[in-house]
Nanobody, 123 residues
Framework: EVQLGESGGGLVQPGGSLRLSCVAS????????IGWFRQAPGKEHEGVSC????????YYADSVKGRFTISSDNAKNTVYLQMHSLKPGDTAVYYC????????????????WGQGTQVTVSS
């Protein structure tokens, strides 16, 4: 069975850091583009970042550039999202998703999704 599983979310104070993990089973992350999305209450999915091992491309939303870093460990079949300088506006459920297509910040085209992990930034 093809699955993506996120972990690493939690409650953090503004300015803090978290590292999210997306572990893949039934698929090899180096065969896909893996994206991170987030959804805050009452809002639509927002593309946060993406990595494509096939061409080395990455994508970051303007709102997270310079604060978030995406990376991939193919041996562990895991994609990470390192988040620094977290703000209350980063509060959301974070999802990872996979697509055979190119790296994109749009949820359209991603056909495998994880269950999500909650990130709450609050003092």
């Amino acid at each position: 069975e093809v699955q993506l599983g996120e972990s690493g979310g939690g409650l953090v104070q503004p300015g803090g850091s978290l590292r999210l993990s997306c572990v893949a089973s039934g698929l090899a992350v180096d065969d896909y583009a893996i994206g991170w999305f987030r959804q805050a209450p009452g809002k639509e999915h927002e593309g946060v970042s993406c990595i494509s091992n096939s061409d080395g491309s990455t994508y970051y939303a303007d709102s997270v550039k310079g604060r978030f870093t995406i990376s991939s460990d193919n041996a562990k079949n895991t994609v990470y999202l390192q988040m620094h300088s977290l703000k209350p506006g980063d509060t959301a459920v974070y999802y990872c998703a996979a697509t055979h297509s190119y790296c994109s910040g749009l949820p359209r085209g991603y056909d495998i999704w994880g269950q999500g992990t909650q990130v709450t930034v609050s003092s």
